[in-house]
Structures are given as C-alpha cells and as structure tokens.
C-alpha cells in the first residue's frame, strides 16, 4: 500500500466532524492536508489543533471560483502536487414525499452531488500525474429507510452510481476512485439540519446506537480509517466500503 507520508490531500467541509477527523488523522502520518470550508473560525480551530500540516482555505463548494481557489491552495501547501481528493462537504436534506419542492432538491443535488462532481473533474489532471485517488462520502441511508429522509439518501445514492462510472472511467489514466458509507457518526450534520437539539444528542445516539450490529454509533476517527484505506490501496477502485458497525445489515432484536 501506498504511504501517506509526503501526501498531498484536500478535504472538503474539514471545519468539523469526518472531515476534520480525517485531516488529523492524514497529518499525523506525514500528509500535508487542505481542508476547505465555508466557516472560517471552524477552519482555523481545526488548523490550531492539528499544526502546520495542515492548511486552510475558506470557500463554498457551491460555487466555481472557490472550486478553482481550493486547487490552487492545495497544489501550493502540497508543494505542486494533489495525491487524493476526499469530497466530504455535504448537508442533511430531508423534505416528506408529499411535501417536495423543487428549489429544495435542487439545492440538496447542487451541494452534496454535482459540486463533488465538478471539484473532482477539475483535481483530474493533477491526479493524473500522482496516480492519485479520489474518495466520496455517502451514506448507509442507501441500505436503510428512513422515511423523510428521501432527499439525502437521493442524492448519497448518486454518489454511490457516480464512483462506479467515474473508476471505469478513470481506471485508464491511473486514478482510483472509492466510496465510503458511514453509520451514525456524531457531527453537526444533523444539529445543523435540525434533527435536534445539541443537549438532546446523546439521548438521540444512544437511541440508534443498537440499529448496529456492534451496539454503538462510530466515531470520525473510524470512518477516516476506512477513507485511508481507499486512498493507499493502489489495486482497490469502484467500491462502496461500508464503515458503518453493522448498521446496514438491518438487525433485528426479536
């Protein structure tokens, strides 16, 4: 397996959470990690805790300038070069069925699927000349119903058909291409959404801990592992690796 030591990677939405995981976790083995997002005190937090190694760059995915200036950002901190691309920034998007609208959706596909799919387009030519890799986060809601939650699972699903065609694609030019499906993790993902309240979150986690087969939620740690390994393995592309403590095997407690 390829060592990360000397890597070159960006993070998307690494002000907090997975993507702030992953970037301490990358660093500590030698990589010189970007991490962008649009928070920039959770930026310079996340930069303080982890040293020099990792480097910040405030921007919304969203947009394609900012695309363009994460690049850039990562290519100087990584000393001219882009090794691995992790497309974590995403929301939580939830709308009933008989409730949808179409500016919503459009907003859940433009943040979580098409602004993954243009910032991945635009590292192409840079992962190309490092054999490098690029690694999606999705969801075991593509394995498990929530109801409500139709939108977010949508648009995790897409990611999960995009990995597949874009590994075919790529596999040519040498550039591999992974998909991780996490179980329950504690992030603002969901307090942003509103699901609930921050002093209601440990009820709610502890709730859904046993929907898994190993009896609790993961931590941002464990899901960044399972990110490292689709960023070292060099003859793995094309897969949707479940790091999720059982989740999606859909135990049931009789």
Known sequence: MRSMDGMSILVTGGGSGIGADCARRFCDQGARVTISGRRLEKLQQV???????????????????????????????????????????????????????????????ETNVISAMMLSSAAVPHLEKTAGAIVFIGSTHTKRAFPGASPYATTKAALEGLTKVMAAELGPRNIRVGCILPGAVSTELNLRAGLFAADEASERYDAVAGLHALGRIGTGTEVAEGVEYLMRAEWVTGVALEVDGGIGLGVSHF
């Open 47 to 109: 930069q303080e805790n982890i040293g020099e190694r990792c480097h910040i760059v405030q921007g919304d995915v969203t947009r394609d300038k900012d695309r363009i200036e994460m690049i850039r950002a990562c290519l100087e901190h990584g000393e001219g070069k882009l090794d691995a691309l992790l497309n974590n920034a995403a929301n939580m998007y939830r709308q009933p069925v008989d409730q949808y609208t179409e500016a919503f959706l459009r907003e859940a596909f």
